[in-house]
């Protein structure tokens, strides 16, 4: 039944908007669409892959499965699905396949059939949600920005909280437990700073700042026990480079890292992870019984270039109940890595460690020579997947709860603005299928967007407060946090 409503769709469609395409030439190859869906893996409750032609004018597109084949006319160029309709095609065709025949005119006014190309719908649902951070491209100053969430089953996106409402602080840094909407937390700058968490149906505002810390809290990584937090703690400074090709360059004279309790409101440090070299970037296995982190030795005096300023990739072992620290390991020095390891993120099933590589420095998202890299802990050995990477900027990333989806935030294709990108991840192979962009509404949007999904991340559902809970909180006094040694 739902295959004849597909297709009497298809038909309404064709006889109220434009005739069926008739007069065309065959083009022995695949067509350039925007953006590109061509030959990807997505997740049975995607939102639909609307396109358009990257050149010339999309007339039709005719879209086969085994389930039977629709021809849709596409006006304005675009191809644009019915949501319902979108669903009910996935639903009918999963673990199965997607061939999209298209129908281009090119400038010359010549329609041509292009071979087809398929898609892949996986039975690997992808969480509902990613949040991240929505920022314009600036160094210094900043006027508008704030922290979305928007759903990828459909195109709804709200706001977690804008800074208009906070007097324009800077908020930044949001990170999850485990994927879970209710255990948040953020920094919020400028006016008042502090780290607002929500935790156990509570929001509070906190200064993470201790006497003997560095700073407060900057980078942070939630043990999946849900009450235990390790946060970078970051003396930060930019400097700007006359390649525009760099743009900018983020480092630190100073960083270690700390242990929030939540249960208790303080905040611990070790030796082991306060040492005279820059430790940084925590992340919690997922048995939250390791910490990995990224080092560096810090640069020689008067060495301005940093160019001899390379991370390694470091774990040591935990135990909560007893807030104990075992002996620090290295899994990847900058040797051996060839380059500056940063933001490393394990794998849900823990046998991989996701992470950026870099020529100098930890912070990516303005380095064109960032890319992913995986490590493999079962067999030590790194990998370089071409799903994930392009000639581009990718940076910041994160696995989704299954750990069969994956998210990179990447400058391609106009090395300018910062897109979230999707792969689905095979955990057996260590391997990725080719990436696509979230999906939008209107196939125009990454083309006229001058922002940037910064730090996207995947969340299970809508974050429980309201924006206005938060900017109570966020403009409200901090708590501070209580030292223990």
């Known amino acids: 039944m739902k295959k004849y409503l597909l297709l009497l ?3 309404l469609i064709i006889s109220s908007c434009a005739k069926e395409v008739t007069n065309f030439q065959d083009k022995d190859a695949v067509p350039e669409i925007f953006p590109d869906y061509t030959g990807v893996t997505i997740p049975v409750n995607i939102a639909p892959l609307n396109f358009k032609a990257k050149d010339g004018t999309l007339e039709m597109v005719e879209v086969s499965s085994l389930k039977g084949s629709q021809k849709i006319i596409c006006s304005d160029g675009k191809l644009i699905w019915d949501i319902d309709d979108w669903k009910a095609l996935l639903k009918e065709n999963v673990g199965g396949k997607l061939q999209y025949t298209a129908y281009i005119t090119d400038t010359a006014g010549i329609c041509y059939k292009y071979k ?18 929505n920022i314009e491209t600036g160094y210094v100053f900043w006027l508008k920005m704030g922290l979305y969430q928007r759903c990828i089953e459909n195109f709804d996106c709200k706001p977690i909280i804008e800074n208009s409402g906070i007097d324009y602080a800077c908020v930044n840094c949001h990170t999850f437990c485990a994927q879970s909407p209710d255990k948040m937390m953020f920094h919020s700058r400028k006016f008042n700073p502090g780290t607002t968490i929500l935790w156990e149906n509570k929001l509070q505002k906190y200064n993470t700042k ?26 930060i400074s930019q400097r700007f480079h006359n390649d525009l090709e760099k743009r900018i360059y983020v480092s630190d004279s100073e960083s270690d890292i700390i242990v929030m309790n939540l249960k208790t409101e303080t905040v611990s440090y070790s030796p082991k992870l306060c040492t005279e070299d820059l430790e940084n970037f925590p992340a ?64 849900p099933c823990g046998r991989y460690i996701a992470y950026t590589l870099a020529n100098r420095g930890y912070f990516t998202p303005f380095d064109q020579e960032s890319e992913i890299w995986l490590l493999d802990l079962t067999t030590m050995q790194t990998s370089h997947p071409d799903g994930v990477n392009s000639l581009s900027t990718e940076s910041n990333h994160n696995w989704s709860h299954s750990g069969k989806w994956f ?31 979230l999906p939008q509404e209107d196939p125009d949007f990454y083309e006229l967007y001058t922002a940037n999904f910064n730090n996207a991340d995947f969340i299970m559902g809508e974050v429980p407060v309201s924006e206005f809970e938060l900017r109570d909180v966020v403009r409200g006094n901090l708590k501070q946090v209580n030292s223990k040694h």
């Open 9 to 11: 769709t298809a038909l």
């Open 116 to 133: 087809p190309f398929e898609q892949y719908v996986s039975p690997d649902s992808i969480d509902s949600h990613i949040a991240y951070r």
């Open 210 to 235: 201790i006497d003997s810390s560095i700073s407060g809290g900057v980078y942070s990584s939630w043990n999946p026990n849900g009450y235990i937090i390790a946060m970078s703690a970051n003396k």
């Open 284 to 347: 919690w296995s997922p048995d939250g019984k390791t910490l990995y982190y990224i080092s560096a030795k810090k640069r020689p005096e008067g060495d301005e270039t940093d160019t001899s300023l390379r991370y390694r990739l470091l774990k040591i072992a935990y135990n909560a109940e007893s807030d104990t620290w075992g002996d620090v390991d290295t899994l990847l020095t900058d040797s051996a890595a060839h380059g500056s390891v940063a933001y490393p993120k394990p794998s």
């Open 407 to 437: 998210v990179v935030g990447s400058k391609y294709p106009d090395k300018l603005f910062t897109k979230p990108y999707f792969a689905h991840f095979n955990p057996e192979k260590g391997t990725f299928d080719k990436r696509f962009v």
